[in-house]
């Protein structure tokens, strides 16, 4: 999954400004304690990323974009 792809689910699944800030503040376990962007500045894949988004909130993210 390229970063831009990653970047619009996660928009589209929590609208732009809820998205930036659970990107920031939200440490996931399934990224061993990392935030979202501190697990892409590190060179996680955005797909273990991603499905570690899927794991965190399912209730939130519409099985569509999973």
């Known amino acids: 999954m390229r970063l831009t792809d ?3 689910r996660l928009d589209e699944a929590f609208g732009p ?3 930036a800030s659970i990107a920031r503040d939200q440490v ?3 990224l061993g304690g990392r935030t979202i962007e501190q697990a892409l500045a590190s ?4 797909q273990v990323v991603w499905r ?5 909130y399912p209730d ?3 099985a569509r974009l999973r």
């Open 17 to 19: 400004g809820y998205a």
């Open 6 to 8: 990653f970047w619009a």
């Open 28 to 30: 996931l376990s399934q």
């Open 43 to 46: 060179g996680e894949q955005t």
């Open 52 to 56: 570690a988004v899927c794991a965190a």
């Open 60 to 62: 939130r993210v519409p």
